[in-house]
């Protein structure tokens, strides 16, 4: 079985920084994409960001060019979300996920939600 955790979640100030981390343990053989999601009260759960073991990466294009998904490559099973220039409109739980591979199987893992208040 895998767990993700995510954490760095906070209240920033528009135009500020803030970097989110999420970690995945357990009987992990690997882990292909990993990426995050995020969702506001009332809405449906959207994409922000993804990246491949590859390294490849996508954006939803409201984030585009302000935030960076990378992963711990020495590890390759920690994932990080830099977002530049947070804006109001970005406030929203995060969610962590990540493809694994582990003694349970091969499926998709959800963290738990990191909360991000962006002020104005």
């Known amino acids: 079985q895998g767990k993700l955790v995510e954490s760095g979640g906070a209240l920033v100030q528009a135009g500020g920084s803030l970097r989110l981390s999420c970690a995945a343990s357990g009987s992990i053989f690997s882990i292909n994409a990993m990426g995050w999601y995020r969702q506001v009260s009332g809405k449906q759960r959207e994409l922000v960001a993804g990246i491949t073991r590859g390294g490849s990466t996508n954006y939803a294009a409201s984030v585009k060019g302000r935030f960076t998904i990378s992963r711990d490559n020495a590890k390759y099973t920690v994932v990080y979300l830099q977002m530049n220039s947070p804006k109001p409109e970005d406030a929203a739980i995060y969610y962590c996920?990540?493809?694994?591979?582990?003694?349970?199987?091969?499926?998709?893992?959800w963290g738990q939600g990191t909360q991000v208040t962006v002020s104005s």
């Open positions: 996920t990540a493809n694994i591979s582990s003694s349970a199987g091969r499926r998709l893992y």
